[in-house]
C-alpha cells in the first residue's frame, strides 16, 4: 500500500472540554484529559479500511447499532479515553475492581495525602435497604442526619490532626496513612477503552449501583462519552443501558402471558421454583422479582396473588 497521509480522529465537542473539571459529590471531579479515536474509528476497524468520506452517516449509524446489537465489541477497543479523576477511598475501591484499565494513583506513601474527605449532608444518610443486602432504600430522617454528620465532620477531623501529627513527629508517610478514613478523597488516572468503558458504565449506571460511584458514572457517560462517540453512545443507550435481557424461563414466561393465560404463567413459574407456595402464602425467588421488574417495564404489571 503506498504512504499516505492520515490526520488524528479530532471530536470539536469533546475538544472544548478537555482540562474542564466536572464537579462530583462535594470535593470530586472528572477531567477529561486526552482521547483516541471517535465513531469513525469504530467504523473504519470494522470495515478495515480508511475509506472516510465515502459512506453516509445514516450508513455508519447502521454499522455501529449492528455491532453492538450482534456484541462485536473489538471495534468499539480502537477508541481510547484518559480522565484524571478525584473520588473517595471506598468508592475508588469499587471503581478499580473494574481490572480493564491503565491507572497510576496518587500515592500516600511517596506524598501527603489529600487534606479532603467526603463529607454527608444530613439529608442525604441512607438507610439499609431490608431486601437488598449490599444496597440502601429511603433516607433517614433530618434529625437523625443532623447527628450524624456532626459526628462525621469531628471524626474527620480528628483523624486528619492525628494525621498531621505522626508527620510531624517524624514518622514515615507509608505508616502515618494506616488510620486515614475510607471517605479521604485520592486521585488518579484512568484509561480505558470504549469497549471496558461501556461495560463500567453498564454497571455503575445502573440504578442498583451505589449512589457515590453512580454520580461518577452518569458524568462520564452523560457529559463526556456522549459527546465523544455520539453514535456509539446512542447504540449503547438502545441496546444495552435501557434494553431489557430475557432468560430462557422468562421468554416462556412472557409466551404465557402474552397469550393472556395468567395461570399457566404462575404454574410454570411454581415448576421452575421461581415461586413457592407454601400455606397459602407466595414466597419469591430473588429471581423472580428481578423478572417482576423486566415484566414492569415491558408493560405487564400482574398481581400473582389473585392469579
Not at 8 to 31: C, E, M, Q, W, Y
Not at 195 to 217: G, K, V
Amino acid at each position: 500500500m503506498p504512504d499516505e497521509t492520515l490526520t488524528k480522529a479530532s471530536v470539536p465537542a469533546l475538544d472544548n472540554i478537555l482540562g474542564h473539571t466536572f464537579k462530583v459529590l462535594d470535593d470530586g471531579f472528572i477531567r477529561l484529559i486526552d482521547y483516541m479515536g471517535s465513531d469513525q474509528a469504530i467504523v473504519q476497524a470494522a470495515r478495515i479500511s480508511y475509506g472516510a468520506g465515502t459512506r453516509r452517516l445514516s450508513e455508519d449509524r447502521g454499522l455501529i447499532r449492528y455491532l453492538m446489537r450482534h456484541l462485536h465489541t473489538t471495534p468499539f477497543e480502537m477508541c481510547e479515553i484518559k480522565f484524571h479523576v478525584r473520588v473517595p477511598m471506598d468508592c475508588w475501591r469499587q471503581w478499580i475492581r473494574h481490572r480493564t484499565a491503565s491507572v497510576n494513583e496518587y500515592s500516600t506513601r511517596y506524598s501527603v495525602a489529600i487534606d479532603s474527605a467526603q463529607r454527608t449532608d444530613r439529608n442525604q444518610w441512607r438507610s439499609q435497604s431490608s431486601a437488598n443486602k449490599q444496597g440502601s432504600a429511603g433516607f433517614l430522617d433530618n434529625a437523625i442526619g443532623q447527628d450524624l454528620s456532626r459526628a462525621e465532620a469531628e471524626l474527620h477531623k480528628h483523624i486528619r490532626a492525628t494525621y498531621d501529627q505522626r508527620l510531624e513527629a517524624g514518622v514515615a508517610r507509608e505508616q502515618a496513612r494506616k488510620d486515614l478514613s475510607l471517605s479521604t478523597y485520592t486521585e488518579a488516572y484512568w484509561k480505558i477503552d470504549l469497549h471496558n468503558l461501556f461495560h463500567f458504565l453498564m454497571l455503575r449506571m445502573d440504578a442498583h449501583a451505589q449512589l457515590e460511584i453512580r454520580s461518577y458514572a452518569n458524568v462520564i457517560g452523560n457529559e463526556i462519552v456522549s459527546k465523544w462517540c455520539p453514535l456509539a453512545w446512542e447504540a449503547f443507550v438502545d441496546y444495552r443501558l435501557k434494553a431489557i435481557r430475557f432468560s430462557r424461563l422468562e421468554i416462556e414466561v412472557l409466551k404465557y402471558l402474552l397469550n393472556a393465560n395468567m395461570t399457566g404463567a404462575k404454574d410454570y413459574l411454581i415448576s421452575q421454583k421461581l415461586l413457592t407456595i407454601d400455606e397459602d402464602r407466595t414466597k419469591r425467588s430473588r429471581e423472580f422479582v428481578e423478572l417482576q421488574a423486566k415484566l414492569k417495564m415491558a408493560g405487564f404489571e400482574v398481581d400473582w396473588e389473585t392469579v
